[in-house]
C-alpha cells in the first residue's frame, strides 16, 4: 500500500489539536560511534550543506564522519549531564511545561509533545502518536526564533516528508519564526535584566548567533536580518545605544566563509579595543545546548581572557523559564485562531447526534 492509512481510527471520537514543538537534535550520547551516526544524518541534509551530492557525499564519507566524530564526541563529553545531553533535557521540559500550560486552558482538547529534526524522539514517529490520539489539526512550532532554511525549512522538510506518506491529512499549521514577538523580546531582554541585577552591566552586550554560510544569505535567506532584528529590539527594549552592542555569528563548519563578523575573532579582538568585560547572549538558541554551553561559555571564554579581557559572562538561554512558556503558548493560541471555535462546534454536533441516538 502506498499511503498509511488510519488502521486506529474510530468514528465519533472528539477531534483534538496537536501542538508539536520541535528543535535540532543531539546525539544519544557523547561517543564517537553515537556521534558518526547522529552527524550522518544532520551532515547529509541537502537544507544544510548545499553542495552536489555526489561530491559532498565523498567529502563526508571519506574526511568528516572519519574525523570529527572523535572531536564532536569530546566537546559533548564536556556538557553532557547525568540523564543526558542538555538539549534533550531542556527541550523535554519545555514540552511537559506547556503541556500543563495547555491542559489548564484548554484541557484534554490539546495534545503537546516535542520531537526532534535529527535523531529521536523523530518527527514522524511523534506525528504518528499525535495522529492515533485523534489530532486532527496540527501546530508546528520549531523552536528556532530566527528562520533559516537549514533549519526551519528543513524541518518543514520533515513534518511534509511524513504526510506525503499518508493518506489523510490534517490541517496543518507551520511557525516559520517569531524574532520579532514582543513576548520573545521581552523574555531575553528581561533575562539580560536579570543578570544586571546580579552582575554589574559589562562594556559591550554581544549578540551571538549560529552562523551559516556567506553564500545562502546572498541567496535570499533571511536569517541574517532576522538575526540583526531581533538585537536591535532587545537592544531597544534594554535603552542600548549602538556602541553598547555587537551583534556577531559562531559555529563556523568547514572553510568557505560564514556570516561575520566571527564571534571568536571579535571576542579575540576586542581587548586591544579596549573592551574589558563583556556579556554574551545568544538569542537565537531557545534551549542551552553543546553550541551555547561548551563554545560559548568555555572556548570563546579563554579566547576573550587569553587576549587581555578582564570579565567575561554568558548569559543562558531561556530554557524552561516561565516566560518562554508563556511566549510559546502565546504564538500557539494565536494560530489556534478559528480551529478552537471549530473543534467546539464539532464536538458539539457529535455529542447532540450521540444524544439523539440514545432517546
Ligand atoms: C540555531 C540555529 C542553527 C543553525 C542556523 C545551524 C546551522 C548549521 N549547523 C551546522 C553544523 C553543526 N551544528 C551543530 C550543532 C548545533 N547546531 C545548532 C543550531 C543551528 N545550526 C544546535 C542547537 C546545535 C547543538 C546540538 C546539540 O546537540 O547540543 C553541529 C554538531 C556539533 C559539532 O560537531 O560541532 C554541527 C556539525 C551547519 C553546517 C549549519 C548550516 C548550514
Ligand atoms: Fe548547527
Ligand atoms: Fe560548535
Known sequence: MKYTGSPNFKHNQEDKIGVL????????APTKKALR????????DPRVVEVPRVLWWLILNLVI??????????????????????????????????????????????????AMRYGQPSISKTLD????????KIVVLPLYPQYCASTSASTFDAVAAEFQQRRWIPDLRFISQYCDHPKYIQAVADKIRLHWQNHPQADKLIFSYHGIPARYLTNGDPYFCQCHKTSRLIAENLGLNQNQYLVCFQSRFG???????????????????GVESVQVVCPGFSADCLETIEEIGIENRDYFLEAGGKRYEY?????????????????????????????????????AK???ANE
Open 21 to 28: 514543538i520541535t528543535n535540532l537534535g543531539t546525539p544519544d
Open 37 to 44: 551516526s547522529y552527524l550522518k544524518e544532520f551532515l547529509s
Open 65 to 114: 564522519l572519519n574525523f570529527r566524530p572523535k572531536r564532536s564526541a569530546k566537546a559533548y563529553s564536556t556538557v553532557w549531564q547525568e540523564e543526558g545531553s542538555p538539549l534533550m533535557l531542556y527541550t523535554a521540559k519545555q514540552a511537559e511545561a506547556l503541556k500543563q500550560k495547555m491542559r489548564a486552558s484548554h484541557g484534554d482538547k490539546v495534545v503537546v509533545d516535542f
Open 129 to 136: 502518536t499525535m495522529l492515533q490520539q485523534g489530532a486532527r
Open 255 to 273: 572553510r568557505e566563509e560564514w556570516l561575520k563578523p566571527y564571534t571568536d575573532h571579535t571576542l579575540q579582538s576586542l581587548p586591544a579595543s
Open 315 to 351: 548569559i543562558p538561554a531561556l530554557n524552561d523559564d516561565p516566560a518562554h512558556i508563556d511566549m510559546m503558548a502565546a504564538i500557539i493560541e494565536t494560530n489556534l485562531h478559528g480551529w478552537k471555535e471549530d473543534a467546539d462546534s464539532a464536538n458539539r454536533d457529535m455529542l
Open 354 to 356: 450521540s444524544l439523539g
